[in-house]
């Protein structure tokens, strides 16, 4: 049992860390407190997701998907990023009036932004979870998806601490229409090279 804990506890923080970032910029720009639960329900469903096709791949299908299709992810945060900048930069509106629509904006949308943020940078890890999974019994399963699930709020809770800082927070708000696609895009980008996507895509043209 503490063996599986331990070896949990590492998979998840080994495959979540580079995903800090991502939420750190997300709580930093809420501007109510309630606001953070789209956040955690979010997270919950995407890291749910991926372990739950894991789960399928390895314990029914046995199947692996091949990376480049993962890669393929990499396409969301640099769709978000780049509609991110369009709107910061398109719109002439007052400042006041950007930012209710922003807060409108991240009322209806922040919990499947959160989600599809959350599979595509995680969808890499697919590659960890299967073969994870498909070494322990059922019972060390639910005792690994219970340090996921304790994981979840930590980083969530992690996250949120660290963007209340006025060191990151300040600068985070004052240039989120320059650091949001500055983060996304590259992520996206960074996605799609790490599982050989882009290079798949080049062979192919060329």
């Known amino acids: ?70 890669g393929l992810l990499g396409l969301i945060p640099i769709y978000l990023g780049i509609r991110f900048a369009i709107v910061g930069e398109g719109e002439e509106e007052e400042e006041e009036e950007i930012i209710e629509r922003l807060e409108q904006s991240k009322a209806n949308q922040l919990f499947w932004t959160v989600t599809l943020l959350t599979i595509a940078s995680g969808g890499d890890n697919l590659s960890i979870y299967i073969p994870y999974f498909a070494s322990l019994d059922w019972a060390q399963t639910l005792v690994a998806l219970l340090v996921f699930a304790i994981g979840v709020i930590i980083f969530c809770e992690l996250s949120r601490v660290l963007s209340s800082i006025p060191l990151i927070s300040e600068p985070i708000e004052k240039y989120e229409r320059i650091i949001v696609p500055l983060v996304f895009i590259p992520l996206g980008l960074y996605i799609m090279y790490e599982n050989g996507t882009i290079e798949t895509f080049l062979n192919f043209i060329l």
């Open 1 to 70: 049992m503490g063996r599986t804990i331990i070896s949990a506890i590492g998979v998840y923080i080994s495959t979540s860390i580079d995903y800090l970032i991502v939420l750190i910029i997300l709580f930093a720009q809420l501007s109510q407190n309630k606001q953070k639960w789209h956040i955690y329900a979010g997270q919950y469903l995407g890291t749910g997701l991926l372990v739950g096709v894991s789960l399928v791949a390895a314990y029914v299908v046995n199947f692996v998907p091949e990376a480049w299709m993962v």
